[in-house]
């Protein structure tokens, strides 16, 4: 069976619940960067990757095209806005954790062993806040506008 | 004839250090005999030192002791050495000579679990299962799993299977220790483990897992294993921001005061949180 298998080393883990840290400050881009890498580091099923695959898309639309500032039912300055996209990035922590939740269990019983995810989650909640100010910076129209 | 009887007692008592002295005593006396060789092996299996292991393992099966033995192993010290591809051959090498030996798919069950392939992992203990459906290892694996999909029913039913089937009562304790800290119940936990750490008081595995659950049961700190119980602090956090939302939404009135709670809340527990890691550290450091 192994010898099918592309990735065969022992399971390893994030702290699920510290995922929440990661989409608070970080957003969506490091919230799908670690939930994505935990995933894999935990060989979770196609099944189970897929449906996070469509909630990320899922959430996107709503974050990307419905709640834009300064247009539809946000009329409010990107600045302002800030607080609020943060509920979707929520969202999809709590359907992340749930999807990830029994390969993490299964992982903690036989292994019992955490990867720190301070050192990085850093660098990547820095460039996952920029790349999401540009981001909406170029899809909310412009107060004038 | 005595010392073998000797060296089954120590094994039956777990005294190992003694145990591998009068298998050593006896091996001088007599090198070739397979079935002492590969008691040497199983002690060095034990205590994971596997170069003494495998030369004791290779002289068992020299002396002619039986291949699928030899062959679990061969492959429980190819998985101390991280060679897994090599581990499930001998595995399957293994249940090709007998098929109907139930340790050995609990053994290679234990090994896709750790390399998380559980669906895989759960079909062998079926199997294995129904070959020997009294079988304790069967039953301890097919509880790990119970624990992870927190199916409290069937996690009970695992647990009285096994209490009826396994006659060591340190294993007991700790299976019920484990199965209770995965509810979250941790006073049972701790009481559990205190006894099977009593009973085996040279464990520094288990000292180390009594350690860390006194912390969860401490009163002091509880707010720590509350967060726990919910999934994490994270959990809780987020939770209680999407309740500020909707509360600061509203205007509710008492929002400042929730707001107030939830900060102190956060605060102490980080606070205790940082201790209890302080404190392991100190503790690992000086013992």
């Known amino acids: 069976m192994l010898d099918n298998k592309a990735n065969v080393n022992p399971t390893r883990s994030y702290t699920i619940a510290n995922l929440f840290f990661v989409a608070l400050i ?85 292994n019992y062993e955490v990867t720190y995810l301070l050192p990085r989650a850093l660098v990547v909640c820095l460039l996952s806040i920029l790349l999401e100010g540009v981001i909406l910076e170029i899809i909310s129209p412009t107060e004038e506008g | 004839m005595n010392q073998q009887l000797l060296i089954e007692h120590y094994l039956r008592i777990k005294q190992y250090e003694k145990a591998k002295a009068a ?60 060679y897994w591809h090599k581990a499930e051959h001998a595995y399957i090498e293994a249940l090709s000579i007998n098929p109907n030996r139930v340790d050995t798919y609990v053994n290679y069950a234990e090994l896709l679990l750790h390399l998380g392939y559980y669906r895989e992992a759960s079909k062998l203990l079926e199997t294995a299962e129904s070959i020997h459906p009294q079988d304790k290892n069967v039953i301890r694996c097919q ?77 002091l700190i509880r707010s720590m294993s509350w967060t726990q119980t919910m999934g994490g602090l994270g959990i809780v956090l987020c939770y209680a921001v999407l309740i500020l939302f909707v509360i600061g939404h509203f205007n509710w009135k008492f929002g400042p005061w929730l707001f107030h709670a939830i900060w102190i809340f956060v605060f102490y527990t980080m606070l205790t949180r940082m201790i209890v890691w ?7 450091k000086f013992t």
């Open chain 2, 23 to 82: 298998l050593e005593q006896a091996l001088a006396e007599e090198p070739h005999h397979a079935l002492n060789h590969y008691l040497l092996a199983c002690i060095y299996s034990n205590q994971e030192l596997w170069d003494e292991m495998e030369i004791h393992l290779e002289q068992a099966f020299s002396s002619g002791y039986t291949k699928d033995s030899i062959l679990l192993l061969r492959a429980k010290l190819f998985t101390g050495r991280g």
């Open chain 1, 26 to 110: 970080g957003g969506s881009f490091a919230l799908v960067f670690f939930g994505f890498a935990n995933a894999r580091m935990l060989k979770v099923s196609s099944a189970r990757f897929y449906l996070m695959l469509m909630s990320m898309l899922s959430i996107f639309v709503i974050k990307f095209l419905v709640l834009v500032p300064n247009s539809g039912i946000m009329v409010i300055p990107v600045i302002d806005a800030v607080p609020i996209l943060r509920i979707p990035d929520l969202i999809l922590f709590l359907i992340f954790y749930h999807i990830l939740r029994l390969p993490y269990r299964i992982h903690m019983i036989m």
């Open chain 2, 143 to 219: 509880q790990y799993l119970q624990m992870a999909k927190d199916n409290k029913k069937n996690l009970v039913q695992h647990m009285e299977r096994y209490m009826d089937v396994e006659n060591d009562q340190m294993k007991i304790h700790i299976q019920l220790g484990l199965a209770a800290y995965y509810q979250n119940d941790y006073y049972t936990a701790k009481k559990h483990l205190r006894e099977a750490f009593l009973m085996n008081p040279t464990s520094p595995d288990l000292l180390n897992v009594v350690r860390l659950i006194e912390y969860d049961a401490h009163p």
């Open chain 2, 278 to 284: 302080l404190h392991i550290r100190l503790i690992r």
